[in-house]
């Protein structure tokens, strides 16, 4: 929008309606360097794109620290346009308009009376007129566009001599995936060799065979702090948990809402070998690979029972990326078989030493049914009706549906009632049971007002799952 002189206002007789001012020559960088992480080099290393004008009296540098992941390209293009603005901005001006002009606002670009192109910085209203400082823009935009599909760089060769690669067995208690992994393996090398080859053998003398291939290093660490127990199913807000992590690549806080969908998803190995599954909404840089974790959803996928630990600082932590963390053992007649694999550089025999070997086996975890929630009983004339909710692994998290899925075929349940030690041992085949009074009256010799109650549903392939035990005040009709 341009602006004649006859739209100037002058707040006072003796006050210009319109001051230009121009920086000293010295004052302006001569470069700028913007560091960000390469996409196009292994394992996304640090580099630096760097503009320079070394004219006039200019000595100053500028280095700017991007959390970006991008290419060289556009990364040099970022420094120019940087650089253009910063030399553009020496000019800027001070103008008042007429009160009527509230069509302005800050980030407009303007037009001056002498044709120079400014963008408005801040505006400061009275009854005098609009007051708006404004700042010179480069002639000409530089527009950061991706490299054209011809000059599209290759994929980097892996490198000579890759890094020993660091491979960690997970069992799991997500089901992420059809049909359902009951292990998982997260490997990581320094330089990442491009892909990771996994053989995989039926035991000792047995022969290898080419298993699997991983494409992606894992983003996998060590706690800094220790985590102690925290809350299930709401958010813990004030729990703070530092962590070192290699390949930590976009890393990033996102809203609740994206937490609650399964975001920032990751798992944390005590000292026992369990994994609790939790989700961070704060994830802040607080150092070189160092990060602050924070608004952790605990316990989720049935960890519930490793949320209620005390994790030390230095256990391990795994971000549990798709493509990057990989089903290991998917076939349920392989649960409980031992295996031995070779994990290494793809280009490379399973024999050369540049491999690790684990051998580890797969339980059922993945498959046992997660606890019964919302328990409640109520007095009926046969005795006291007991009535839970059952959860599901898979497709359980909308609120359309009238029924969650069944994750198995049919229901089954194993129901404890206590009178300090266990008094009587029920099944259902739903989520509901009648307590006969007459079973009452012979556990307890008079009905009683509240129940101490267990219940756990039963698996056909992992069996019992975890038992919800709570005491029940009985609630008349």
């Known amino acids: 929008m341009a602006h004649e002189a006859a739209e100037l206002v002058a707040i006072r007789p003796d006050a210009a309606p319109l001051s230009l001012v121009r920086a000293e020559e010295s004052e302006l960088p001569r470069s700028v360097e913007i560091a ?15 503009a320079i004008r070394p004219t006039g009296a200019r000595r100053r540098e500028s280095r700017i620290e991007a959390a970006l992941v991008t290419r060289r390209d556009p990364a040099e293009a970022l420094a120019e346009a940087c650089l253009d603005a910063a030399i553009a901005g020496r000019d800027t001006a001070s103008l008042t308009l007429s009160p ?65 690669p660091f491979a960690v067995v997970l069992d799991l208690p997500v089901d ?11 490997v990581a090398a320094d330089p990442w060799p491009g892909t990771v080859a996994i053989w995989r053998s039926a035991g000792d003398g047995a022969p290898l065979a080419l298993y699997r291939m991983v494409d992606y290093p894992a983003c996998l660490g060590e706690t800094l702090t220790a985590l102690g127990p925290g809350p299930l199913w709401r958010f813990d807000r004030r729990a703070r948990l530092d962590v070192s992590l290699r390949h930590a690549g976009a890393l990033a806080s996102i809203d609740e809402a994206a937490a609650l969908a399964g975001g920032n998803l990751f798992a944390l190995v005590g000292p026992d070998g369990a994994a609790e599954i939790f989700s961070a909404a704060g994830a802040a840089l607080i150092g070189r690979g160092t990060y602050r974790l924070t608004r952790l959803l605990r316990g989720l996928a049935g960890s519930e029972e490793a949320a209620g630990r005390t994790v030390p600082a230095g256990s391990l932590i795994v971000r549990l990326d798709d493509g ?12 409980g078989r031992a295996f031995r694999y070779r994990i290494g550089p793809a280009a490379r025999d399973p024999g050369d030493p540049a491999f690790v070997e684990v ?26 009706r007991l009535t839970w909710t059952r959860r599901a692994r898979r497709d359980a998290d909308t609120w359309e549906p009238i029924e969650i899925p069944l994750d198995e075929g049919s229901e089954a349940y194993g129901v404890e009632i206590f009178r300090g030690d266990l008094a009587r041992s029920l099944t259902a085949s739903e989520p509901s049971l009648l307590y006969p009074a007459a079973d009452e009256a012979a556990d307890f010799g008079a009905p009683q007002l509240s129940l101490d109650v267990a219940v756990a549903q039963v698996g056909a392939a992992a069996g019992r799952g975890p038992a919800h035990r709570a005491r029940v005040p009985i609630r008349s009709r």
């Open 100 to 164: 009527r002009r509230i069509d302005l606002e800050p980030g407009d670009l303007v037009a001056l009376p002498d044709g120079a192109r400014h963008r408005i910085v801040r505006i400061a209203d009275s009854l005098a007129g609009r007051r708006i400082e404004t700042r010179a823009v480069p002639v000409q935009d530089r527009r950061l566009l991706p490299a054209s599909r011809g000059s599209a760089r290759p994929r980097p060769a892996p490198p000579a001599l890759a890094g020993p």
């Open 176 to 186: 992420r995936s059809a049909p359902t992994p009951l292990q998982y393996l997260a």
């Open 359 to 384: 051998a580890a086996s797969a339980g059922l975890g993945a498959l046992t049914p997660l606890s019964p929630v919302h328990l409640r009983a109520r007095r009926e004339p046969e005795g006291v």
């Open 36 to 50: 960000f992480s390469d996409a196009d080099s292994p394992e996304y290393r640090r580099a630096v794109a760097a």
């Open 324 to 335: 990057a963390v990989v089903p290991l053992v998917e076939r349920l007649d392989e649960a």
